[in-house]
């Protein structure tokens, strides 16, 4: 078979040609020099999609493990903003938006106003082979899988670095390689790879895998070189694409002309943080960027902290007075970070039983505990610590006192505080209560964001607010809590929720936010009675009921099976739940037709269903995965449809989280609409991060492409999983690089 493209291959030889002639004359330039001087090391830069890549056209080249980046690139055609994450040392993954400059969202004003077309896609990479002294680093590459197929395209490259100057050879397919210079070689292996599909998936968001390495292909290349100036890098760039079918050429009619393949651009180093680009492209378009990075395996918390006691066994009483107690457990709660702590005593064991709330590593927090023991309290065998939860027992560490002294005092210069920490299932306190700190009350604020990307109606919708909680204990089991969000600002104002086609009606079990946000400045957002317990060694329950979340009440339980130190765990919860009515705050829809009068349209909200989910969450120990942690959900969701929810999660040295997840129902992507179907990402830092003092708190961002009715969860006010962590740490685990 001959394609149209195969036509073509006469000229491949061409670009070829120059860019050997032009590796040759740098090679010999700068083996001239190498001698003599020695350039700044050549750090990796992002392309104007995001991604590590010269210009237009990806390398194979990786960031250092952690590295994330979120950068931007302007010229008359798009506008790119992207945020870059090497989530392993062989993967980068990207999320881009794009605002095509010439089209608007739809072409109805009253819908989506001036709000310019926004695309969303997802960039993957992954390293087949690491650069040797003979062989190149290679990659291969997948651009806007996620997304609607506007910038849809792979690749495979390969990198060699010679001093100065890394130099990249690629193939591309799609929009990489759309100026199809090349016989695309799979052509060989099937005739179907000839000719590449032009229909997408669903409404965006669906993974056209039946596309990929299919239609025109093209060779591309280029070099990036280090000058003198450790700032400046300068990039030269062979185009894989010629823009003919580019969205504003074939959908608006806007000529993107391409004067000459060649690209030319530098990049400025501003800060370790920041780097600025400008690019020639095209021949005839000039092209501006900005990126700011971190690696969120480099970040350390600067703590100003109470310095730590040493255990020194002088003076220790035979005994202690109430007060004498009770300031010790003040001492226990400010230096070692117990909070609200229980004393027992007995002839031979003192017990302490309490929340840890200040250290990550709770290695810190025993080697405090112990010591302020060993040097204040009467002398005894053994100390247990028993950390709670929500006053439920998580875990006991045991250590005996002599095993304290020794390593305080370096008598074993091969042990430390984990050497001597024996790990026990919680049992029984034993001994006499000797100091009782825990109050019943306890409230706090906190501040919300919840944010919306790429809708129809505006790039960016958020709301930011306060929500003020308070808990009242009734016994170590049942517990009477609330909250009020107060809120401060939003745009959804401007949210429009778009109907599906024609035959579909879902339930607005979610689509209705701007009712409970927007028209709502102060609500109650939550109050309910919960009661919980530690069942068995390994298993843990709860049961609630009140008014759960902003938009639903209702009754519901809990159950976890999560052995110590254990790697997986599952559990279930069911749940019975109403839609509550915007409109009062504490009443509930009683009809499931309802109309809104200021869009004229009637709609369809839950007055009542069964939903719930089986959970299964593992943290692999695979040394390609490590630091992961998977949790799959199958169960039925609020709209009642029932599908599978897939979350994966990663963590950084520092203990930054970073995950995704994504929902599959049996909601068909045209009953769902634009996305296809749920799906989000999600960054988890910890407080001691941002903070001067250590804590066990995390702040949550989390993002989400669009606010669909398919695929959603109840969210509930605890999730076992979490409540249980210290068992087998993950979201209060030490940072690995303290």
């Not at 994450?85 to 009253?110: A, G, H, K």
């Not at 390293?127 to 910038?151: A, H, I, M």
């Not at 006053?391 to 074993?412: F, G, H, K, M, T």
């Not at 930011?464 to 959804?492: E, K």
Request: overall charge negative; proline content about 5%; aromatic content about 14%.
């Amino acid at each position: 078979m001959i394609s149209s493209y195969q036509k073509s291959g006469g000229y491949l030889m061409r670009p070829a040609f120059t860019l050997s002639s032009i590796t040759v004359a740098l090679l010999a330039s700068f083996a001239a020099q190498a001698d003599n001087f020695s350039y700044p090391e050549l750090k990796h830069s992002q392309s104007d999609f995001g991604g590590v890549g010269l210009l237009q056209m990806p390398t194979s080249r990786m960031n250092p493990e952690g590295e994330f980046t979120f950068g931007t690139t302007y010229n008359d055609d798009y506008h790119h903003y992207w945020v870059s994450l090497q989530l392993f040392p062989w993967l980068e993954t990207t999320i881009r938006y794009t605002l095509v400059q010439d089209l608007f969202y739809s072409d109805d004003p009253n819908f989506s106003g001036s709000t310019k077309y926004t695309d969303k896609g997802i960039d993957f990479k992954i390293r087949l082979l690491n650069e040797s002294y003979w062989l190149p680093e290679v990659s291969v590459g997948v651009r806007d899988f996620g997304g609607t197929g506007l910038f849809d395209g792979e690749f495979i490259a390969a990198n060699k670095q010679f001093g100065p100057l890394d130099f990249t050879l690629g193939m591309g397919w799609g929009y990489i390689g759309q100026r199809g210079n090349i016989t695309n070689p799979f052509c060989k292996a099937s005739d179907s790879f000839c000719q590449r599909p032009s229909d997408y998936k669903g409404k965006g968001g669906s993974f056209d895998t039946e596309r990929w390495f299919k239609g025109p292909a093209s060779i591309y290349g280029g070099v990036e070189y280090q000058t003198p100036f450790a700032p400046l890098r300068l990039k030269l760039e062979y185009d894989g694409n010629d823009y003919s079918q580019d969205f504003p050429v074939t959908r608006g009619g806007h000529a993107m002309p391409q004067s000459t393949p060649w690209n030319f651009g530098a990049h400025y180093q501003l800060t370790d943080w920041a780097d600025a680009k400008l690019s020639y492209e095209r021949g005839n378009t000039l092209t501006l960027g900005l990126s700011l990075n971190t690696n969120f395996n480099d970040l350390k918390a600067s703590w100003l902290d109470e310095p730590a006691p040493q255990a020194n066994t002088d003076h220790n009483p035979a005994q202690l007075s109430a007060k004498e107690w009770d300031l010790l457990a003040q001492q226990i709660e400010s230096i070692s970070g117990y909070q609200d702590p229980t004393i027992y005593q007995s002839d031979s064991v003192i017990t302490v039983v309490a929340e840890q709330k200040k250290y990550r590593n709770r290695d810190e927090a025993h080697q405090r505990i112990t010591a302020l023991l060993a040097n204040s309290a009467p002398t005894v065998d053994e100390y247990r610590i028993i950390e709670t939860k929500n006053r439920q027992p998580v875990i006991e560490n045991i250590y005996q006192r002599d095993d304290v002294i020794s390593v305080a005092n370096n008598l074993d210069i091969h042990q430390d505080i984990t050497d001597i920490t024996q790990i026990a299932t919680p049992g029984h306190t034993v001994g006499k209560k000797v100091a009782d700190s825990q109050e019943n009350w306890d409230f706090g604020l906190s501040p919300v964001l919840q944010q919306s990307f790429g809708s129809s109606e505006g790039f960016y919708l958020f709301n930011i607010g306060v929500n003020a909680s308070a808990n009242y204990w009734f016994n170590d089991h049942l517990q009477l809590g609330g909250s009020v969000y107060v809120n401060i600002y939003d745009t959804y104002d401007k949210f429009k929720y778009e109907t599906p086609p024609d035959g579909t009606n879902n339930l607005r079990v979610r689509t209705l936010v701007r009712q409970y946000i927007n028209d709502n400045p102060v609500y109650a957002n939550n109050l309910q009675l919960t009661w919980m317990d530690k069942l068995e060694n390994n298993w843990y329950a709860q049961a609630y009921g009140g008014y759960l979340e902003m938009m639903y009440g209702g009754v519901g339980g809990e159950i976890l099976y999560r052995p110590m130190n254990s790697n997986w765990a599952f559990g279930a919860d069911l749940n019975y739940v109403k839609q509550r009515d915007p409109d009062s705050q504490f009443g509930f829809f009683s009809e499931e037709d309802q109309y809104d009068a200021q869009l004229g349209r009637s709609y369809r909200v839950q007055t009542g269903a069964a939903t719930g989910h089986l959970t299964a969450y593992y943290q692999p120990q695979w040394q390609w995965l490590e630091n992961t942690l998977f949790k799959v959900s199958a169960g039925r969701y609020l709209a009642e449809d029932v599908g599978v929810t897939f979350d994966f999660s990663k963590q950084f040295d520092s203990g930054i989280i970073a995950g995704a997840f994504a929902t599959i129902t049996d909601m068909s992507t045209e009953e769902y609409g634009e996305g296809s179907y749920t799906k989000g990402f999600y960054i988890s830092i910890p407080f001691d991060l941002m903070t001067v003092r250590p804590s066990t708190e995390r702040a949550s961002i989390s993002w989400m492409p669009l606010t669909r009715d398919g695929g959603q969860m109840l969210n509930r006010k605890y999730s076992l999983y979490g409540l249980t962590d210290a068992r087998s740490p993950w979201y209060e685990r030490a940072a690995l690089n303290q």
